[in-house]
C-alpha cells in the first residue's frame, strides 16, 4: 500500500480519492473546501491542513485541480508539492490543463528531480465515483510504469499516449470531438422531431446505423431513449456547459499553435460559449437540445 497526497476534491476528485482509500491506500487530504476534505474522512483519509503537509511523507501526489494556475502553484507555489515532497514521489497531474503548462510543470518537476506524469481523465462523475475513468497519460514510461497501479484502481483503461503533454493532447482533441458529435446530434434528433419522428424511433434507428455516435447511444440528448443521461433528470450535470467551453477553449487555443485547422472546433466553442454567457453554465453540456429547440 502506498502513502498518496490528493489534493482537489471536487466533483471529479472526490471519487477518485475515495476508491483509493477504499483500495487500502494510506491517503492525505487537501482542499480549499475544508467540508471537501472532512467529507473523505468517513473514508478513512487523514486531513491535511496545506498542500505541504499533504505531501511531505507522499510516495505519490495525486492532484484533480481547476486550471493550469492552480497546478503550478501546488507543485512549484512557496509551499507547493516539488518543494516538500519527499524524494522518488510521482507527481501524477489529472486535471485538465493546456499542452503548453503541462509540459512545462513536468520540465519543472524533472529539473528538481521528480518524476511527473499528465494524466486527464474521460467519463465524467458517474465514472469517478464508480472507477471506471479512463486516463490518457504523457510522461516517461518509467515513471507511467510506476503510477499504472494506482491509476487503474480510479480507471478501467489506461493509455500510455506518448511523452510529457500528450495527455493534454489526447484529452483536448477527444472533447473537441465529443462537443461536435454532441451538437450534431442534438440537430439531428431536433431534425427527426420536426419531421414526425419520436425520439426512441428515431433513436432505434439511427443507434444501430452510420449515425451512431457516443453522444447519442451512451449520453442522449433528447430524453427517453437512455435513461441514465442527464436529459432524463432537466439536464443537470454530467459535464457541465462550462467544463465543456473550457476543454474548447484549450482545443482551439492548442489548434492556433499548432496550425491545425478546426473550423467546427470553433463553432462548438462559440455555441456552448453562448450558453455559458446566457446563464446556463451550470446545466450538462447536452443541453444545447434546448437551445436547438428554442427553449434556453
Not at 467540508?35 to 505519490?60: I, K, L, N, P, W
Not at 473537441?176 to 419522428?197: P, R, V, Y
Not at 443521461?229 to 489548434?255: E, H, I
Request: aromatic fraction near 6%; proline fraction near 4%; charged fraction near 15%.
Amino acid at each position: 500500500m502506498a502513502n498518496i497526497a490528493f489534493i482537489g476534491l471536487g466533483n471529479m476528485g472526490r471519487g477518485m480519492c475515495r476508491n483509493l482509500l477504499e483500495a487500502g491506500h494510506s491517503v492525505k487530504a487537501y482542499d480549499v473546501s475544508s467540508a471537501a476534505v472532512e467529507a473523505m474522512v468517513q473514508y478513512g483519509a487523514s486531513v491535511a491542513d496545506s498542500v505541504a503537509t499533504a505531501v511531505d511523507e507522499a510516495d505519490f501526489v495525486v492532484t484533480m485541480l481547476p486550471s493550469g494556475k492552480h497546478v503550478l502553484d501546488v507543485y512549484f507555489g512557496s509551499d507547493g508539492a516539488a518543494g516538500k515532497a519527499p524524494a522518488g514521489a510521482v507527481f501524477i497531474d489529472c486535471s485538465t490543463i493546456s499542452v503548453d503548462e503541462s509540459r512545462d510543470a513536468i520540465v519543472r518537476a524533472s529539473l528538481l528531480g521528480f518524476d511527473m506524469l499528465d494524466a486527464p481523465v474521460s467519463g465524467g462523475v458517474g465514472a469517478a465515483d464508480a472507477g471506471t475513468l479512463t486516463f490518457m497519460v504523457g510522461g516517461e514510461r518509467r515513471a507511467f510504469a510506476m503510477a499504472e497501479p494506482i491509476l487503474k484502481i480510479m480507471g478501467k483503461k489506461i493509455v500510455h499516449a506518448g511523452g510529457a503533454g500528450n495527455g493534454q493532447a489526447a484529452k483536448i482533441a477527444n472533447n473537441m470531438l465529443l462537443g461536435i458529435s454532441m451538437i450534431g446530434t442534438c440537430e439531428a434528433f431536433n431534425l427527426a422531431q420536426k419531421l414526425g419522428l419520436n425520439a426512441q424511433t428515431f433513436f432505434e434507428i439511427s443507434s444501430t446505423a452510420s449515425g451512431q455516435c457516443w453522444a447519442m447511444t451512451s449520453y442522449c440528448p433528447a430524453p427517453g431513449p437512455v435513461p441514465a443521461a442527464p436529459s432524463n433528470r432537466d439536464y443537470q450535470p454530467g459535464f457541465a456547459v462550462a467544463m465543456m467551453l473550457k476543454d474548447l477553449k484549450l482545443a482551439t487555443g492548442a489548434a492556433a499553435l499548432a496550425g491545425a485547422e478546426t473550423p467546427l472546433g470553433h463553432l462548438a466553442e462559440s455555441i456552448y460559449a453562448k450558453l455559458d454567457d446566457d446563464g446556463h453554465s451550470g446545466l450538462d453540456f447536452s443541453a444545447v437540445m434546448k437551445r436547438i429547440q428554442g427553449e434556453l
